[in-house]
């Protein structure tokens, strides 16, 4: 049995993208904090901060043992901006979908990033403040809902304690603040395979509650009625993405298209060969040039009176170099294309050192 803790994802600025860099979502450049699960949970959760926030990435490895069954639980969650990469080291997959708590600090950069946090606690998970306590070295605030527990220090968790239907613990055991991050703890590992999702990480549609003083919440036998607007969830908007002059780019398409980027690229570097393959309609082709580059293309219009794509070539910091803005020109030292007898799909050869794979979907 696999129980979800609700948790409030908190998000992030970059370097990268420049006009969000003021935009801080913890009062720290970076951070290390170690956690370890007790009761009916054991295990371990590391999670790294860097950029202020922007980045931040959760290995998580847990067992739960209940009613005499067991069920080992490993994760690890990347947030970018954005973009959340969900990857499943047991069934070796990464999903990507939207990082939705984002837009609340974006929106409200006139307040502090911790008021913003703890109102997050309020408005999505009910909870009142209870107080302070000190808790690994910190003053933390305590915050109460009807069957959990949880204390925060500068908008971190460091310790939460939910009794809902078994007893789930988690506890602080080290934190470093302002420490150096490898960037390695913010890329997908190769050869996890891409799986098509729109899975969300966080909150969306709350109307956030500042007001920390706020009753008890309404509650229901063991479960706290949380009231958002779930439509918020529906579906997935396209991305923005940032030329190397830090313009905004949309790269349009169908299915998987809008999604992919350079992570995602890079990661299913193993999957890519240098066959001859052939491009369906509305599926997406990843790519590796002749330069080492990555980028990624879709067929636009395909019919007997010939073809148009999609393309999008990415720098080695995820910015876009080159994109077909309704052009239908791939650079031809990559690629020779061509439609197939039906065309009704593009049959792609690489030249040279370019590799693909066509993802699934």
């Excluded at 951070?31 to 999670?47: D, M, N, P, Q, R």
């Excluded at 500068?154 to 506890?171: A, D, H, P, Q, R």
């Excluded at 990480?201 to 479960?223: H, R, V």
């Excluded at 080695?316 to 803005?325: F, L, P, R």
């Amino acid at each position: 049995m696999k129980i979800i803790i609700l948790f409030v994802v908190l998000i992030l600025s970059s370097s990268v993208f420049a006009q969000y860099k003021q935009v801080k979502l913890f009062p720290f450049k970076s951070a290390i904090i170690e956690y370890k699960y007790e009761a009916s949970f054991k295990g371990t959760h590391i999670k790294y901060i860097d950029d202020w926030g922007y980045k931040q990435a959760d290995y998580i490895k847990r067992e739960l043992n209940f009613g005499g069954n067991s069920n080992k639980e490993y994760e690890t969650i990347i947030l970018i901006g954005e973009k959340a990469y969900t990857i499943n080291p047991q069934e070796n997959t990464v999903a990507v979908g939207r990082n939705s708590t984002y837009n609340y600090y974006l929106l409200n950069q006139n307040r502090k990033c911790t008021d913003i946090s703890d109102a997050l606690l309020i408005s999505a998970n009910g909870y009142i403040l209870d107080g302070t306590k000190e808790f690994l070295g910190k003053e933390c605030k305590v915050w109460k809902a009807r069957k959990a527990t949880q204390f925060t220090w500068n908008g971190i968790m460091l310790k939460s304690e939910v009794n809902f239907m078994t007893m789930m613990v988690e506890k602080a055991t080290k934190i470093e603040i302002d420490v150096a991050i490898p960037e390695s703890k913010f890329e997908i590992p190769q050869g996890v395979k891409y799986i098509s999702s729109d899975t969300y990480q966080g909150f969306a549609g709350l109307e956030l509650n500042f007001d920390t003083a706020e009753t008890k919440p309404e509650a229901d036998g063991n479960s706290i009625k949380i009231h958002f607007d779930s439509s918020d969830l529906e579906g997935c908007d396209n991305f923005v993405y940032l030329s190397e002059s830090g313009d905004k780019i949309v790269t349009e398409g169908v299915n998987d298209y809008n999604k992919i980027d350079y992570l995602i690229i890079k990661s299913q570097r193993e999957f890519f060969s240098g066959e001859k393959t052939e491009l369906p309609q509305s599926s997406t082709l990843i790519f590796e040039t002749n330069d080492g580059e990555f980028g990624k293309m879709q067929i636009e219009e395909i019919n007997k009176n010939g073809y148009k794509i999609r393309y999008v070539i990415f720098n080695y910091d995820g910015t876009i170099k080159a994109h077909s803005n309704g052009t239908d020109n791939l650079p031809e030292n990559n690629f020779d294309i061509a439609p197939n007898d039906s065309n009704f799909k593009l049959i792609v050869t690489p030249k040279s050192k370019t590799k693909c794979f066509v993802l699934g979907w």
